[in-house]
Nanobody, 126 residues
């Protein structure tokens, strides 16, 4: 079965760090663009970051630039989101998503997503 599984969420104090993982099963992530989305309570889901499959081009929404880093480890069939200097407003359920086009169009159009993970909760609070 084709699936994505997120892990690494939890409770962290403001200014702290977490690393989220998105592991693929049943397909090879090398050929897919992988994105991270988040949805806070009462808010719409937003695209946070994405990495393309072709040239590794990355995308970050303005609110996380300089704090979050997306990376890919093809040998482990896993994509990571390193989150530093976390703020309370980063609190959300984080989802990873895969697009077989290999491009990061999913950030602006969720209809492009082929596979969604179930999400992992990140809570930033003192």
């Amino acid at each position: 079965q084709l699936q994505l599984v997120e892990s690494g969420g939890g409770l962290v104090q403001p200014g702290g760090s977490l690393r989220l993982s998105c592991a693929a099963s049943g397909f090879t992530l090398d050929y897919y663009a992988i994105g991270w989305f988040r949805q806070a309570p009462g808010k719409e889901r937003e695209g946070v970051s994405c990495i393309s499959s072709s040239d590794g081009t990355t995308y970050y929404t303005d609110s996380v630039k300089g704090r979050f880093t997306i990376s890919r480890d093809n040998a482990k069939n896993t994509v990571y989101l390193q989150m530093n200097s976390l703020k309370p407003e980063d609190t959300a359920v984080y989802y990873c998503a895969a697009d077989w086009s290999g491009l990061c169009s999913m950030i602006r159009s969720e209809s492009m997503v082929n596979y969604w993970g179930k999400g992992t909760l990140v809570t930033v609070s003192s």
